[in-house]
């Protein structure tokens, strides 16, 4: 089994993420860095193909992202 994967950094030090703009503006970014690493995976590697990376991306970023914000909130 081969895996494939990407970095990508997220920012959000100048969001405020106690509002929720603040927190869907953060989860907007998660998604287009997914989609753009995703897109580079498929780039760098044209015979994968893997309908799920976006979608497993945002997952695993959204993990982060949460204890992020809980964060925030204390």
């Keep these: 089994v081969m895996v494939y994967s990407v ?3 997220v920012s959000f030090g100048e ?3 106690m509002t929720a703009a603040g927190i869907e503006t953060f989860r ?3 998604r287009e860095a997914a ?3 995703c ?4 780039k760098d590697y044209p015979l994968v ?3 799920s990376c976006e979608r497993v991306a945002i997952d695993q970023a959204n993990l ?3 204890q992020i914000i809980e ?3 204390m």
């Design 7 to 9: 970095d990508r950094q």
């Design 15 to 17: 969001l405020d993420l």
């Design 28 to 30: 907007a970014r998660i």
């Design 35 to 37: 989609k753009e690493g």
């Design 39 to 42: 897109a580079q995976i498929s």
């Design 49 to 51: 193909k893997d309908s």
């Design 64 to 66: 982060q992202a949460n």
């Design 71 to 73: 964060a925030a909130r």
